[in-house]
């Protein structure tokens, strides 16, 4: 290892280490209020963002120990409209404590959003349609790790408004066959003269077409929409819990 890189190793190992000395409740209460008359302009009154970035989340770009908060909040960042709060580091510290404060009640909210959100899952019986680690029905996508893939606001519009985005393979063929019978299920393949689909109770059917007395696609989804039946809070609450749902080793 040469030494420079020793060196920043170093600083950085240390930077880790750093502990805030002012992180009582009165210093969050102190930091509060220099927060609410010199960064509350940009950064919100709760710090959930403005003109600057939101602080409340824990979610830091420019970095997230102690030590790179004090010096991004006492120096300014560089380049941007960032600007230097040129007070002793005590008072940056206090800020730094109410900043903190802030992040741990949103990962309180968070918290309670999973577990409200998980319970919401099975009262409203989306398990019925949905896998989650090996339980539940086949219908709708296995959701065991919708939390990788999908943003926040897919799920939402997912939960409100299910025909917003429906993806092929959920598309609905509904016909009738040879034999008289209504069929609808999910199409699986479609060729000039024949049509495969899975009906709802997992059947593969194959079919000519030429022997269809009715055919036709609907691009509309199977899952009922749930927009009218939850609030605007249970619906956050149900995004918590699925965001929640990813690989084993990434979840925290
Ligand atoms: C004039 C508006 C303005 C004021 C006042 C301001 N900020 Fe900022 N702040 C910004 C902007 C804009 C950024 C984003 C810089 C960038 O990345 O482009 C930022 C970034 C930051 C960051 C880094 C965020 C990250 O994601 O790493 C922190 C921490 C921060 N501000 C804290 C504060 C604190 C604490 C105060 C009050 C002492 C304050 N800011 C005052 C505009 C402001
Ligand atoms: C009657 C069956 C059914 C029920 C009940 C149901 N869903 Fe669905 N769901 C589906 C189907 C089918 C799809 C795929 C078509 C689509 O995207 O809408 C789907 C899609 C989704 C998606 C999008 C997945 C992706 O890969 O983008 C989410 C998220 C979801 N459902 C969540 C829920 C939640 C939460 C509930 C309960 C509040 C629920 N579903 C209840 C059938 C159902």
């Known amino acids: 290892m040469s030494r420079l890189v020793l060196l920043f190793w170093t600083l950085e190992f240390f930077a880790q280490q750093v502990k805030n000395p002012h992180s009582s409740a009165e210093d969050v209460a102190q930091g509060e209020k220099t927060f609410r008359s010199h960064c509350s302009p940009c950064h919100g009154l709760k710090g959930d963002g403005g003109r600057g970035p939101n602080l409340s989340n824990g979610v830091f770009y420019h970095g997230s120990t102690d030590a790179e908060l004090l010096t991004n909040i006492s120096d300014g960042i560089a380049g941007t409209e960032m600007p230097g709060l040129f007070y002793s580091s005590d008072r940056v510290w206090q800020v730094v404590a109410y900043i903190r404060s802030l992040n741990s009640a949103s990962e309180r909210r968070s918290q309670r959003g999973v577990e409200q959100g998980s319970m919401l899952f099975k009262n409203q019986g989306c398990g019925r349609c949905h896998r989650i680690k090996g339980h539940g029905g086949r219908m709708?996508?296995?959701?065991?790790?919708?939390?990788?893939?999908?943003?926040?606001?897919?799920?939402?519009?997912?939960?409100?408004?299910?025909?917003?985005?429906?993806?092929?393979?959920y598309w609905v063929v509904i016909l009738t066959g040879a034999d008289g019978k209504k069929y609808e299920g999910f199409l699986m393949n479609e060729d000039t003269y024949t049509v495969q689909f899975i009906d709802m109770s997992e059947q593969l059917h194959s079919m000519q077409k030429s022997e269809l007395t009715s055919y036709r696609i609907d691009k509309i989804s199977k899952m009922p929409s749930y927009?009218?039946?939850?609030?605007?809070?249970?619906?956050?609450?149900?995004?918590?819990?699925?965001?929640?749902?990813?690989?084993?080793k990434e979840s925290r």
């Open 140 to 169: 709708g996508p296995d959701l065991s790790e919708i939390g990788k893939t999908r943003a926040r606001e897919h799920l939402r519009q997912a939960i409100v408004e299910p025909d917003a985005d429906v993806r092929p393979r």
């Open 227 to 248: 927009g009218g039946k939850l609030t605007g809070e249970q619906v956050s609450q149900l995004v918590d819990y699925l965001s929640s749902l990813r690989p084993a």
